[in-house]
């Protein structure tokens, strides 16, 4: 059973295509489609990033409905051309479901803990949380699952399932149980470094394979989530008590949740990987 094809494939088979009789063309073209390839993984959480600033900057605030519900209702809608334009398939769509309903429970619990606030009105809410937020996990989820496919990702050296999963499970409670008990957040730093430490991922960026340490791009991902991050805070999507008094840059000391919140979605991805890898293997039961 072949992977279902996007409108990207096609202009990816157009570019791969390509070739170059001088070495330095060659890796020239190499980098830049790198970048191509990043971007058009972050597609979601970059039109989302954008409906965040866009609203910030423009909304007016006489429209009939909130900016906090029409970011909601813009949310939906990309992922609704997305599927439609065949510029995600089911198997992303799903992925973007799952990290929406887990960090939509963290966000309920975190508000109520005092970790953020969301400072605007809105109709479309669980409690004190706007339902677009569970975009903002599912944006993270739904890279992690576009490059999966884009850069034909395989982890090498890949420790035992249950060991991530535990870890994984271990720092999402911490999520939550921090709040009450000694932070072991170090010691779950620690575990990471254990349980990773022999593994890389290989990814094609055009035809020959790459490999790169898992936890540097653990790293490099959650950097590039922490920029993020201060355009959404700057844009009044979600406010830290230290930005109270007016915006200021969202404290380095973040990149350590994102590192972690990294883990569980990769996790969640290559759970999800294995799952449908399974049911492809499995033989068709013979009718009765």
Not at 19 to 32: D, S, Y
Not at 44 to 57: D, N, R, V, Y
Not at 161 to 171: C, D, F, H, N, T
Request: hydrophobic content about 55%.
């Amino acid at each position: 059973m072949t992977a279902p094809r996007t409108r990207f494939a096609r202009v990816r088979d157009r570019l791969e295509a390509l070739r170059f009789r001088r070495r330095w063309q060659a890796w020239g073209f190499e980098f830049l489609l790198f970048g191509f390839k990043q971007g058009w993984a972050c597609l979601f959480g970059g039109l989302m990033l954008a409906a965040l600033l866009g609203t910030h900057l423009w909304y007016p605030a006489s429209a009939p409905i909130a900016r906090y519900d029409a970011l909601v209702l813009i949310a939906v809608a990309i992922q609704l051309a997305m599927l439609a334009f065949r510029l995600e398939t089911l198997a992303e769509a799903r992925v973007i479901v799952a990290f929406h309903i887990v960090g939509t429970v963290m966000e309920v619990f975190k508000t109520q803990m005092g970790s953020w606030t969301y400072p605007e009105p809105g109709v479309l809410r669980i409690g004190n949380v706007p339902l677009f937020s569970g975009f903002m996990y599912a944006a993270v989820g739904s890279y992690i699952a576009r490059i999966w496919r884009i850069f034909d990702i395989r982890p090498i050296a890949y420790p035992p399932r249950w060991q991530p999963v535990a870890l994984a499970v271990a720092i999402y409670i911490n999520f939550f149980s921090h709040h009450f008990l000694p932070d072991p957040r170090w010691l779950l730093f620690g575990l990471t470094l254990l349980i990773f430490r022999r593994t890389w991922f290989e990814y094609r960026p055009l035809h020959a394979p790459r490999r790169m340490p898992i936890l540097l791009g653990f790293l490099l991902v959650a950097l590039f989530i922490w920029v993020a991050e201060n355009v959404a805070t700057f844009s009044n999507a979600w406010v830290y008590p230290s930005q109270a008094g007016g915006w200021s840059l969202v404290p380095l000391s973040k990149l350590g949740a994102w590192l972690l919140l990294m883990i569980i979605s990769f996790v969640l991805v290559a759970t999800l990987h294995d799952m449908e890898d399974a049911a492809r293997a499995e033989p068709a039961r013979p009718a009765a």
